[in-house]
């Protein structure tokens, strides 16, 4: 039976690779007369490496497989497929291909082969004509440079293959350069290779003559690809209730007091869910970790002005450019002259070309450069001319430039856009009111009298620094608060020596059966602490502020008292001036200051939402007249490819026609005798159907 057996062994495979991974020394004899024969096809395929060979593709398979049985045979086999592979890989077919190429992956998996080696001919077998070995190769690249790093960094490993990487990028190849940046995108999102030097290799992408390369590198430092991901979780979460949901709720039902403390309550619990989905996400961090972004936007600049790409290109460019001058704070200013080109209210995607002037504006701009970016598209935009939704989108990217850079708002400019205060269009005199407000607490000098509000000490504290004047302070501001020694250190001793006392006069409290005052109401205590810092001349605040920020550590909650005093100065008068409000309460998400970068929501941003034109409010009516089905008469034809009857007939004809038939002239003439005996034949007849 044995012998039977080892007969059919060399010609079934499959059933000789179980048992050599059963008992491999049992089996040493066969697994050689089956390499021989490997060795042998070998010398064949050299002479004819174009023509497909389904036994060596089967024995190369099998020798994979039982290749970690055998170590000292098999040592030469994976640099011969290697080389294999190298010399021949443009003509050989393309299922041997692959087959030699998953044999090599099953051999790396097994750690029997390099992986640096391995992955440089991965790299090179990209440029083959072959897509689905091109999607096998990247996956298995990925992967591996993923388990080479999964306990610790291999830095030898990653360096040269990020060297090898850097020659790819310039591969004369466009598919291979193409898939050799989407390794390093996908390892960099990964957090494998997060480092600066694959941020800096990837900018050597952008000046690629290739579009889909470099279309591919700026799309890595905008970040669409994840915002488009997020994008499409958040509208995937249908399951979870909106705000609108829970109004709804509360409009439905009887508005009571109740109902009306549990709607707030539902609110701020949906806002908390909210932030807890959101995932942390670090935006932008590889704009960051350039090494010199001053020469990368220089040089961006310089592609931009020559650029004969399409015009979504270009203006993926200027997106990345106004990116780097806004976040490193760079001088580029040969940018703005080119983008005032562009400011016109008729231009294709203007708004976004405003959100790139803002972006690009910064305080160590000179205000002259920026001056005449305001005055292009004041004159362009904030016009009567125009159309309201045109004004109100000159006058929001105005207020953001400004906000960035505060100096390149002029006098005159800022009296003229004042005025359309009262302008008759709802959505311009709001732009115009957060123009306003943003100067108020800016510099409210700037404003005539009769706009800059009721003075708070904010307001008074309000002042713009000069070009190039830095505001350095040693101390934390509004610690004036806060005590010089914490509360918890003078009651930590205490603490420790009091326990009997403190239980003690617990017992005597409780004996006696009298009410203990608790004074612990946040409020009052939040006016205490203002009337005293408002007693204080501002050098012994400074004074204080100083000693309390190099005396103790600060917690949160002293933090927390420090944003609540600073918001109260917004709030709280001016000596000699009525109070506004009493105290106030700190939101979270009001806390948040404004960003490294801007959305477009800011420059489009109405606040009353335009009238639908004719075309559209039809288009919505019609919408919803699709599934109206249940309203439609239903025919109850069994055959619906028979022919009417004489009936639906009479319908359809003319009426010329029909006025002088027999029925129509007839009708006239029934007796009321006839008409009655026709409604009881009518009934009879319908009581007939219905008992059917």
Known sequence: MSGRQGNKLPSNLPQLQNLIKRDPTSYTEEFLQQ??????????FTFQPDKPSKELAELVMFLAQVAHCYPEHMASFPQQLKELLSYHHTVLDADLRMTFCKALILLRNKNLINPTSLLELFFQLLRCHDKLLRKTLYTHIVSDIKN?????????????????MYTMLRDSNPTAAKISLDVMIELYRRNIWNDAKTVNVITTACFSKVTKVLVASLKFFLGRDEDEKQDSDSESEDDVPTARDLMMRYATNKKTTKRKKKLEKAMKVLKKQKKKSK???????????????????????????NC???????????????????????????????????????????????????????????PEIIQSVLMTIANNFVTDKNSGEVMTVGINAIKEITARCPLAMTEDLLQDLVQYKTHKNKNVMMSARTLIHLFRSLNPEMLQKKFRGKPTEA????????????????????????????????????????????????????????????????????????????????EERKAKAAAVSTSRLLTQEDFHKIRLAQLSKELNSAPGKAAKRKNIEIDDEEE??????????????????????K?????????????????????TRINPFASSSNKEKKKHKNFMMMRYSHSVRTKNKRSFREKQLALRDALLKKRRRLLK
């Open 459 to 538: 307001s008074l504290e309000a002042r713009i620094h000069e070009y190039g004047e830095l505001d350095a302070k040693d101390y934390i501001p509004g610690a004036e608060v806060l005590d010089v020694e914490s509360q918890k250190e003078k009651g930590g001793t205490q603490d420790e020596d009091g326990w009997e006392s403190a239980s003690l006069s617990e017992k005597e409290d409780n004996e006696d059966g009298e009410w203990i005052d608790v004074h612990h109401s946040s409020d009052e205590e939040q006016q205490e602490v203002a009337e005293k810092v408002k007693s204080m001349p501002i």
């Open 279 to 305: 995932p942390e996400v670090f935006n932008f961090s590889a704009i960051h970790l350039i090494h010199d972004p001053q020469d990368f936007a220089e040089k961006l600049l310089k592609q931009l002005e």
């Open 148 to 164: 080479v790093n999964a306990k610790h960094k291999n830095n030898k490993v990653n360096t040269t293959l990020q060297n090898f």
């Open 592 to 613: 948040e200051g404004r960003g490294e970068l801007l959305s477009l929501r800011d420059i489009e941003h109405l606040h009353k939402k335009p009238k639908s034109d």
């Open 615 to 635: 075309e559209t409010r039809l288009a919505t009516a019609m919408a919803g007249k699709t599934d109206r089905k249940e309203f439609v008469k239903k025919k």
């Open 35 to 44: 390499y021989h024969h490997y060795q042998s096809h070998v010398e064949i």
């Open 308 to 366: 004969k790409e399409r015009f979504e290109v270009k203006m993926m460019l200027m997106d990345l450019i106004s990116r780097l001058v806004g976040i490193h704070e760079l001088f580029l200013f040969n940018f703005y002259p080119f983008v005032q080109r562009f400011l016109q209210p008729h231009q294709r995607e203007v708004t976004k070309i405003l959100l790139f002037a803002a972006q690009a504006s910064h305080q160590l701009v000179p």
